[in-house]
């Protein structure tokens, strides 16, 4: 976990939309303007729920908002059906970036899946120049406002279908034309990361990393999978490790102490983590965590209903890292900044706070070292400017 360089965090006094971030899980197809939505649509002759910008945006919420990922992955149906040329496809990456800017984003990794953007003759190498072409012209439209962003592709999989092999050829492909990093997404919960063994076995001989989608829908065998078969540097959300975290209180509801633990917490209680928790934390794998869409789409049901419940403090708090994101910023109807004030309020986050969890995202950013270095120097030195 990287050490802030604050003495001491000041008051939240200030728009935390201002504060640098850095976000590494966001999807393409989660985070369409509704308005666009509705401009594609009529083009592509495809029906909505609503032609009204507000009342269809509210729509994707309440659809999401269901406590079920797989009811939260039907919203996606009109995403990606407007999805589905060069021009859709320029259109919405162009402005993902721009508003990616306008929260505050200096670095993105934006993951899709090409293979679901086929339906109208594109091929999934014209998909990616499609999507690179819209990412672009989106970076250079903020340098236009003064400001500055990078962003880079996670090229994704669909874990349910057969194409593994195919798509990370695709991103290997593609790795010097703006392509970071690749995944595998979709329904988790029975397909495991090991339906795709042959294609991490191929992405770890060209030295190409992998972030996967595991800890969400599906528990530690999830996640143990994609360490394993994966070879995953990053865990797609990852929070339900917190299953493998044993905590413990006395009959008052105070802390159990023991001699023999470093994990005694007056808040959290007697930790003890198992093996696979052990792992992820002491080498600092980084979960991408989002606390909204796991409220969302009830991957945290097995820890309490409302945030207030989220794991995401006690596995901060144990040292994980814990890195902060959106997932889809149109059916969560978040920001970063949203969910950076969420943690503030939730669980009384300051601005050190803040400061490590971005850190974290930056150092755990699909970038070569030089650019690591840099990116974390600016944040380092935005945040001692509001000191």
């Known amino acids: 976990m990287t050490e802030t360089n604050l003495d001491a965090a000041p008051d939240l006094d200030f728009d935390l939309k201002s504060l640098p971030k850095v976000s590494l899980h966001d999807h393409l197809d989660g985070g369409l303007r509704p308005a666009t939505i509705i401009e594609l649509a009529e083009q592509a002759g495809h029906t909505l729920p609503s032609t009204d910008p507000v009342a269809l945006g509210e729509w994707f919420r309440e659809s999401a908002d269901s406590g079920s990922l797989v009811r939260y992955l039907e919203t996606f149906d009109h995403t990606i059906a407007v999805m589905q040329t060069k021009e859709g496809l320029f259109r919405v990456a162009k402005e993902f970036v721009e508003d990616l800017a306008d929260d505050g984003v200096v670095y993105g990794e934006v993951r899709w899946a090409p293979e679901q953007h086929l339906q109208q003759g594109l091929s999934l190498d014209d998909a990616v120049e499609a ?14 406002t003064g400001r500055d962003i990078q962003v880079g592709q996670l090229i994704t999989a669909m874990r349910h279908a057969d194409r593994g092999q195919e798509i990370a050829e695709l991103a290997v492909r593609h790795r010097n034309k703006g392509a970071v990093g690749f995944d595998i997404a979709g329904a988790e919960d029975g397909f495991l990361p090991a339906r795709f063994k042959d294609a991490f076995t ?35 959300h990852g929070v339900r490790i917190a299953e493998d975290v044993t905590v413990e209180f006395d009959e008052d509801g105070a802390a159990e102490t023991d001699p023999e633990s470093d994990e005694v917490d007056d808040n959290i209680g007697l930790v003890t983590l198992g093996e696979l928790a052990s792992w992820v934390r002491d080498r600092g794998i980084a979960l991408e965590i989002c606390p909204s869409s796991n409220l969302q789409t009830g991957a945290i049901a097995g820890f309490g209903e409302g945030i207030e419940s989220h794991p995401v403090d006690m596995l901060y708090q144990l040292g994980f890292n814990v890195t902060i994101n959106t997932d889809n910023r149109l059916m969560s109807g978040v920001t970063l900044t949203d969910e950076f004030e969420l943690l503030v309020e939730t669980f009384d986050y300051d601005l050190d706070d803040l400061l490590e969890l971005t850190l974290n995202a930056a150092e755990a950013a699909f970038l070569p070292l030089e650019e690591k270095e840099a990116l974390v120097e600016y944040i380092n030195e935005a945040y001692a400017d509001l000191g």
């Open 202 to 236: 191929y992405l770890a001989q060209h030295n190409f990393p992998a972030t996967i989608h595991a800890g969400e829908a599906a528990g530690l065998e999830s996640i143990q999978s994609a360490l394993v078969d994966g070879r995953a540097l990053r865990l797609g």
């Open 131 to 144: 999507v690179q072409a819209g990412l672009d012209a989106g970076v250079d439209a903020v340098a236009e």
